[in-house]
C-alpha cells in the first residue's frame, strides 16, 4: 500500500531559523511528490512539486525540497522562517490518486 | 474567475435538511475530487471523476451523493447528515492524461451539522 509520513506533527522554530519538514514515502508511492501548504480557513495551495526532472525542486515562498531515492525520503526546507510561514504543511504523493500525509503545522516565533 | 472556486464558503445546516456544495473548476482539467477535513484527522478522499464518470467512492455514507454534470462543474449533494459530518469540505481538480497529476484545490466549505 500507499504511504505518505510526515514525523512531527508541530515544528516551532524561530523566525530567521532554518526550516526543515521532514516527508517520507513508501517506495510503492510512483515517482510525483509534492508539498502543499494551508492557511487557516483555506484550501490546500500548491508549493512545490517533484516529477522527476531534477532532484533538488524549488517552489514559491523560498521553499525548496531535495528528492533522496536512496532515503525515500523529500523534505521541504527554508533557509529563513518568516512569520507569515506559520500554517500547516501536507506532503502528498502518488499519481492519479494523491496519498497524503497527516500534516505537519509549523509554529514561528519572534 | 481563475482556479478552482468553491460555493458557499460556509454553510449550517440541521440533520433533516437537504444542500448541495458547488465547485467549479477554471483550469481546463478532467479530473475533480472531493475531499473531507476534520479536525486533528488525515485528509480523507471521498469521490474522484474522470471525464465526468465517477472511478473512486471511498466507502462513503450515501447521506452524501455526488453529481458531476461535466468536466467543469462537481457537486455534493447533502441529505440527513450527522453531527460527526461537521468538516472542511474541500474540492480540488488535476489534469491526468499527460500531466503531472497536481491537484489544485479551492477554498473549501466549512460545514457544520446541528
Known amino acids: 500500500a500507499q504511504s505518505v509520513t510526515q514525523l512531527g506533527s508541530h515544528v516551532s522554530v524561530s523566525e530567521g531559523a532554518l526550516v526543515l519538514l521532514r516527508c517520507n514515502y513508501s517506495s510503492s508511492v510512483p515517482p510525483y511528490l509534492f508539498w502543499y501548504v494551508q492557511y487557516p480557513n483555506q484550501g490546500l495551495q500548491l508549493l512545490l512539486k517533484?516529477?522527476?526532472?531534477?532532484?533538488l525542486v524549488k517552489g514559491i515562498n523560498g521553499f525548496e525540497a531535495e528528492f533522496k531515492k536512496s532515503e525515500t525520503s523529500f523534505h521541504l526546507t527554508k533557509p529563513s522562517a518568516h512569520m507569515s510561514d506559520a500554517a500547516e504543511y501536507f506532503c502528498?504523493?502518488?499519481?492519479?490518486?494523491?496519498?497524503f500525509g497527516t500534516g505537519t503545522q509549523l509554529k514561528v516565533e519572534l | 474567475e481563475t482556479g478552482v472556486t468553491q460555493t458557499p464558503r460556509h454553510l449550517v445546516m440541521g440533520m433533516t435538511n437537504k444542500k448541495s456544495l458547488k465547485c467549479e473548476q477554471h483550469?481546463?482539467?478532467?479530473?475533480m475530487y472531493w475531499y473531507k477535513q476534520s479536525a486533528k484527522k488525515p485528509l480523507e478522499l471521498m469521490f474522484v471523476y474522470n471525464f465526468k464518470e465517477q472511478t473512486e467512492n471511498n466507502s462513503v455514507p450515501s447521506r452524501f451523493s455526488p453529481e458531476c454534470p461535466n468536466s467543469s462543474h462537481l457537486f455534493l449533494h447533502l441529505h440527513t447528515l450527522q453531527p460527526e459530518d461537521s468538516a472542511l469540505y474541500l474540492c480540488?481538480?488535476?489534469?491526468?492524461?499527460?500531466?503531472?497529476?497536481?491537484?489544485?484545490f479551492g477554498p473549501g466549505t466549512r460545514l457544520t451539522v446541528t
Open positions: 517533484y516529477t522527476s526532472a531534477a532532484t
Open positions: 480540488a481538480s488535476s489534469q491526468d492524461r499527460g500531466g503531472t497529476y497536481e491537484q489544485y
Open positions: 502528498a504523493g502518488g499519481g492519479n490518486k494523491l496519498t
Open positions: 483550469l481546463g482539467h478532467n479530473a
